[in-house]
Antibody
């Protein structure tokens, strides 16, 4: 069964760096992308980007390009979301999710079918 | 980037009602659309992919339709456990944007 386990909640100061993790079962990292989704307090879901564990190919949403780094260590089935210098506006819940490429004879479907439990990041001085 | 616009932003309905949420894409996305349900304090859950294909295990009262730029999610026979926020998401092209969400309250 596919499971994604995220690292725990963190409290950081502005300017500090942070890397949060998303550990999956080997199944979740085989032939699938791992995506990250931000949810600011009381707000909607924002697509941050996706990373392909097999070759570390990465795609970013325009609001997140240059602001965060997505990476993966496929040897331990773990994806990472990294900030080099946090801002108060980075305070949010962050979800990782498996993006399955479900290709059949007639069409391909891409969707987030399994989600982590979320990591709450609070940035405050 | 393709922008997704949902309406309404929120709605209140009674148990047993038929509820429809709409989602409009800023350009033609064929049927490359997913619907998710997020209950308070929980991770989102996939309900429908390919605009109309129900995920295994999702109650049949949920249905999706549409193609091109206009899509809808319908709940026929609303249940108390359907209290949640619902999001559409396009996967025609990266970034695979979500709509802003529709908060569904039970009267």
């Amino acid at each position: 069964e596919v499971q994604l386990l995220q690292s725990g909640a963190v409290l950081k100061k502005p300017g500090e760096s942070l890397k949060i993790s998303c550990k999956g079962s080997p199944d979740s990292f085989t032939n699938s992308w791992i995506g990250w989704v931000r949810q600011m307090p009381g707000k909607g879901l924002e697509w941050m980007g996706i990373v392909y564990p097999r070759d570390s190919d990465t795609r970013y949403g325009p609001s997140f390009q240059g602001q965060v780094t997505l990476s993966v260590d496929k040897s331990i089935s773990t994806a990472y979301l990294h900030w080099s210098s946090l801002k108060a506006s980075d305070s949010a819940m962050y979800f990782c999710a498996r993006r399955l490429d479900d290709c059949r004879s007639t069409a391909c479907y891409y969707y987030f079918d399994y989600w982590g439990q979320g990591t709450l990041v609070t940035v405050s001085s | 980037d393709i922008r997704m616009t949902q309406s309404p932003s929120s709605l209140s309905a009674s148990v047993g009602d038929r509820v429809t949420i709409t989602c409009q894409a800023s350009q033609d996305i064929t049927n490359y659309l997913n619907w998710y349900q997020q209950k308070p304090g929980k991770a989102p859950k996939l309900l429908i992919y390919g605009a109309s294909t129900l995920v295994t295990g999702v109650p049949s009262r949920f249905s999706g339709s549409g193609s091109g730029t206009d899509f809808s999610l319908t709940i026929t026979g609303l249940q108390p456990e359907d209290l949640a926020t619902y999001y559409c998401q396009q996967y025609d092209s990266v970034p695979e944007m979500f709509g802003q969400g529709t908060r569904l309250e039970i009267k």
